[in-house]
């Protein structure tokens, strides 16, 4: 089978995969959801130097099946357990105290995929043609993301939903909720008109559920936790920030590819530098030592 695969197993099986490859590589990465394991083979590999590399990335579906694997699991083989930031980013929320286990400080893995330098080399692979200094240029790029200050106010209010309402739907909403054709043939772009309005039905519905001051209290502390959450690390990649960006790549002439060969290009060449505690955890972990989350 292979590394790069994407296969549906149950939780029990998966957590069998680890024996089955045990002798194959120097340590067991468990991650929570299936659709990663392809870019997180690419990107994990990437921070490792010589021969050993991983041969299997196992996905545990689910956050809380990572959590019960990284308790059970004896530490006396080297095994890293990886789990997003998600919205406790924004209530201060983190897993304290388990052996090996990695938060990421980013809503999600795919976060560390936004990146100018690879946007470049997929820009200059897609034109063949166009040299690598005229690809993108820093005003394109702080355009492209122009949206993510605005996006990650509308993730405050979805952290703070969570507390208040927590049967609300929020950040399922996706980025197509937020979106908008503005020209023909053309990538949709951010409406901001649409992420106003998506907020303001949120705080309706919560206030509806608490009451006006309860809201005004939840979303304030919520905002105070947030001041030093940059927007790239708090609004959700996946659901939002690489579908922006796709939209923006297709517009620089890149033509239209599937989301996970998007990220798997992006795991190729993007920069490392915000994932050095990830790779200082991953090569602590082979290296036979151990540390506890915090």
């Keep these: 089978m292979s590394s790069a695969s994407i296969l549906s197993w149950s939780s029990a099986a998966s957590k069998s995969i680890g024996l089955l490859y045990r002798p194959l590589q120097p340590i067991e990465v468990y991650v929570e959801d299936s659709n990663s394991e392809a870019f997180y083979f690419e990107l994990l590999n990437r921070m490792i130097s010589g021969e050993k590399k991983i041969r299997k990335i196992i996905p545990l579906n689910g956050r809380k099946n990572v959590l019960d694997h990284c308790d059970d699991f004896d530490h006396s083989t080297p095994a890293l357990f990886i789990i997003d930031g998600d919205l406790d980013l924004f209530l201060g929320i983190r897993e304290k105290g388990k052996t090996n286990l990695f938060q990421h400080k980013a809503y999600c893995i795919e976060n560390y995929l936004i990146c100018k330098y690879a946007a470049i080399e997929l820009i200059v692979e ?8 005229h690809a993108l240029t820093d005003a ?9 200050h605005a996006l990650k106010n509308l993730f405050i209010t979805f952290a703070a939903a969570r507390v208040a309402h ?3 739907k929020t950040v399922a909403h ?7 054709q503005q020209v023909r043939k053309k990538p949709p772009a951010v409406d901001f008109s649409k992420i106003t309005a998506l907020e303001a039905s949120i705080r309706q519905a ?12 939840i979303r304030a502390k ?5 001041g030093e959450i940059d927007a790239l690390d708090g609004v959700s990649g996946k659901d939002f920030l690489l579908p922006i960006l796709d939209h923006f790549m297709r517009a620089k002439g890149c033509g239209s590819i599937s989301t996970e060969s998007l990220m798997f290009k992006l795991a190729k060449h993007c920069k490392l530098d915000r994932l050095a505690e990830l790779k200082h ?10 540390f506890t989350s915090n």
């Design 140 to 148: 394109e790029w702080d355009s492209a993301l122009a949206s993510a």
């Design 281 to 290: 955890s991953l090569l602590e972990v082979m290296e036979g030592r151990k």
């Design 166 to 168: 927590p049967e609300l």
């Design 206 to 217: 919560c206030i509806d559920k608490t009451s006006e001051s309860e809201w005004r209290e």
């Design 126 to 133: 897609g034109s063949g043609i166009i040299l690598r200094e």
């Design 174 to 180: 996706g980025h197509s909720s937020v979106i908008t």
């Design 222 to 226: 919520i905002e105070m936790n947030a």
